[in-house]
């Protein structure tokens, strides 16, 4: 049933002009490793789960069914309010973080670049630096 | 393998409106730090200054008064400096100098005085420039952004008030959608094209034609998610509902300002990418682009929503906002007037002196409204400009000639505009869609007209608070309003020599 | 062992799915984060779009919009998630159907 749908899907790619049989099979092949150890992590785990609850004794106790925390007694709820001070890091670093793809074809091809790479690229950073400037002084990097 | 650029690939000098900006806005960014908390006038003097300084160079390169650069290339053709750049740019340094007179009173009083919001202004005013000179799609989606980012800022300016908040949200969310349909087609018209440089998506697309691919559906589709996401900024039905929560809840010098620029960059940025990337985009049994019957179905949707809806608002911004929305209909007309071959760069201009009146005459009108309103951000309703002409008979006077010129009244700016965008549509053949622009228009009298209705006849006491910068914005946008009415050859002449469709 | 060629076909597929998905979680989703995270799912599903197309013109000029989406998408998370803790500190919720004010 099930290979039947899947031969008339390629069917149906193949009179889309998609691609040949022989072809989209080779594709799908490739992901067979990967399929093939998705279905067996899953697998595992719920055997472990299973197997442990069926061949162990099982009396639970208030205390053993609390979520476990390094030993530590749980407290609070598991979501818990953060202060904001630690969402405006997190969104200054991403800024910073993200412009730093831009550095990354640049070192590809740095060599042929030389002088003129460099200066642009030294532009490109004095420009960041405004930003920097910008978001030290008015006290965006201060804690209290 | 990797050849170096010299100087004059990048052509430099070509771009020097934009770069004075950029400069000029980095720079005010920093010395903002310095500036107490008191003395804020000098960043908007500063502000005004760098505005000022780019104002000249683009008007002069305009009036081929001096040569800037090389060609018309830089940046490798990512940016084109010709007269229409040039234009874009004189328009948006305008909105900018005059958003910057209106808001600075109105800030101080309403205690929201920060150097933030004049830097905030030049980059989103860089950002509409840009969208003029953009000959990439890179350019259009990066300065599409540069321009809409600080607007989202500019919104939730007035924070902690709910209304701003709201506003600002609102036109965040609402953006970043209209953006992700903007990157999505630039992908798709990659994807059929190869290429994100209007030169070559123009070339590409012949042969595609030529060798009538299917490939051509591809790019028809991202066609129209680039239509959308730039129909979004400019308000376009079916892009337009956040239109009037926005400008409601928004700080009122805010809305003076974005809306124009926004819809000065969002036209650029349209009349590049189908002028100049997609001329001659025809599927076949068809003899005008591919695009044009969408541009004028969702003109005369614009128009006609934004009108009717108009007549039943009583709050000002409320009623100014759906004004907006049937403008961007009026310039689509002419947008899709590009559509038909011979007629494109004669679109084109139209669109610019359209919008040149349309800066003026915006501006000002909510720049009165700046004055009207109260400092709580209440007080914006029509029944507040009730007798406003008793108390104050020339801020009633220049709001009658923004409300004329809205109407499209002859010897306003807003008469010229519609007439050449009526003439463009009628030679590009498209006679429903101009039909319809006429008679919408007809109907916007009802709601502008009833604005001077309760200044001048109705009885109360409509107050406003007006000082000097305010005051002087408010002077040059109706003084720019009449002169432009008066001396139409002024605004053709700057439009002149706007040529840029590769097809004719 | 040479790489795998999968079809270009298939990579756009993927990325129309992604996109659809990321549009209909911005119209059906009430919570302003995940709305904003959709958003972020319908460009990176451009840029998917856009580097398999790079990959097969065999050019640059897709993988180089596909780095300015990325930083301006830092750039607008940066602007958005301030806006959401600026809404939230006033009105104790980020439900956008709360965002109701302005009516005709």
Redesign the interface.
């Known amino acids: 049933m099930l290979i039947s749908r899947c031969l008339f899907r390629l069917e149906q790619a193949e009179l889309n002009g998609f691609h040949n049989k022989t072809e989209i099979l080779a594709v799908l092949s490739d992901f067979a490793p990967i399929a093939s150890l998705f279905a067996l992590s899953v697998l595992v785990g719920v055997m472990i789960l299973f197997m442990s609850r069926m061949l162990g004794p099982f009396r639970p106790t208030a205390r053993k069914l609390v979520p476990y925390e390094s030993g530590m007694r749980p407290y609070g709820d598991a979501i818990r309010r953060i202060p904001v001070k630690f969402y405006r890091v997190a969104v200054l670093f991403i800024l910073f973080d993200i412009e730093v793809i831009f550095f990354l074809p640049w070192a590809v091809v740095f060599r042929d670049l030389r002088l003129y790479g460099l200066a642009v690229m030294g532009f490109f950073f004095l420009v960041l630096t405004v930003g920097f400037v910008y978001e030290w002084m008015v006290g965006g990097l201060e804690w209290d | 393998?990797?050849t170096?650029?010299s100087l004059s690939d990048l052509n430099l000098a070509a771009t020097l409106p934009a770069t004075l900006l950029a400069l000029g806005a980095?720079v005010l960014?920093?010395l903002d730090?310095f500036v107490p908390k008191g003395r804020k006038a000098l960043t908007a003097w500063l502000a005004l200054a760098v505005l000022g300084v780019s104002l000249i160079v683009a008007l002069l390169s305009l009036g081929d008064v001096v040569d800037l650069g090389t060609g018309e290339g830089a940046f490798f053709g990512l940016y084109i400096a010709d007269s229409f750049t040039d234009a874009v740019s004189v328009i948006v340094l305008v909105t900018a100098m005059l958003g910057v007179a209106v808001a600075y009173n109105y800030l101080e009083r309403t205690g929201m005085q920060r150097g933030e919001y004049y830097v905030l202004l030049l980059f989103s005013a860089l950002g509409a420039m840009l969208m003029g000179a953009a000959g990439d799609?890179?350019t259009v989606?990066?300065a599409l952004?540069l321009l809409s980012?600080p607007l989202?800022?500019l919104s939730?300016f007035r924070?902690?008030d709910?209304?701003s908040?709201?506003?600002?949200?609102?036109y965040?969310?609402l953006g970043?959608?209209a953006?992700?349909?903007l990157?999505?087609g630039?992908?798709?018209i990659?994807?059929a094209t190869?290429?994100?440089?209007f030169g070559g998506i123009w070339a590409a697309t012949r042969d595609l034609l030529a060798a009538d691919a299917a490939t051509k559906y591809v790019l028809l589709l991202g066609a129209g998610m680039v239509l959308a996401g730039l129909g979004f900024k400019v308000a376009a039905v079916p892009f337009h509902m956040w239109t009037?929560?926005v400008y409601?809840?928004a700080p009122t010098s805010v809305v003076a300002y974005m809306s124009v620029a926004a819809k000065v960059g969002g036209f650029a940025a349209l009349v590049r990418v189908l002028a100049w990337g997609l001329p001659d985009f025809v599927l076949s049994g068809q003899s005008a682009a591919a695009w044009q019957s969408t541009v004028w179905l969702i003109a005369a949707l614009t128009m006609i929503l934004g009108n009717v809806?108009a007549v039943?608002?009583n709050n000002l911004k409320?009623l100014l906002a759906y004004s907006s929305i049937a403008h961007a209909g009026y310039i689509l007309i002419a947008v899709a007037a590009m559509g038909t071959a011979g007629v494109a760069n004669e679109a084109a201009r139209a669109v610019v002196i359209y919008l040149m009146a349309y800066a003026f005459t915006n501006v000002g009108a909510f720049a009165v409204i700046v004055a009207v309103e109260r400092d709580d951000g209440g007080h914006t309703d029509i029944d507040n400009v009730r007798g406003l002409a008793k108390e104050q008979p020339v801020l009633a006077a220049s709001m009658a000639v923004f409300m004329l010129s809205l109407a499209g009244v002859p010897l306003t700016a807003g008469f010229v505009g519609k007439w050449f965008v009526f003439k463009a549509g009628l030679a590009a053949d498209l006679v429903p869609v101009t039909v319809i622009g006429v008679l919408t228009s007809a109907i916007s009298a009802y709601y502008y007209l009833r604005v001077i209705w309760f200044m001048y006849f109705e009885e109360g006491e409509g107050k406003a608070q007006i000082a000097w910068p305010l005051a002087w914005g408010i002077s040059v946008a109706a003084i720019g309003t009449l002169i432009l009415g008066f001396f139409p050859y002024l605004l053709s002449d700057m439009a002149r020599g706007i040529a840029l469709a590769f097809g004719g | 062992m040479e790489a795998p060629a999968v079809a270009t076909e298939l990579y756009v597929l993927l990325s129309a799915v992604l996109f659809i998905l990321g549009a209909l979680g911005v119209l059906l989703r009430r919570n302003a984060i995940l709305v904003f995270m959709s958003v972020e799912l319908m460009l990176n599903a451009a840029n998917l779009a856009l580097v398999a197309f790079a990959r097969q013109w065999g050019n640059g000029g897709g993988h180089l919009m596909v780095f300015f989406v990325m930083t301006v998408a830092a750039a607008e998370v940066a602007v958005g998630l301030a806006l959401i803790v600026a809404i939230y500190r006033t009105k104790k919720s980020i439900d956008i159907d709360l965002l109701h004010r302005f009516k005709d």
């Open positions: 393998m990797f170096v650029p980095s960014l920093v730090l799609l890179v989606f990066v952004e980012i989202y800022i939730g924070w902690r709910e209304g908040e709201e506003s600002a949200l609102k965040f969310i970043a959608f953006s992700g349909f990157v999505y630039i992908a798709l990659y994807g190869g290429t994100t440089a009037p929560d409601q809840g809806v039943a608002q409320r």
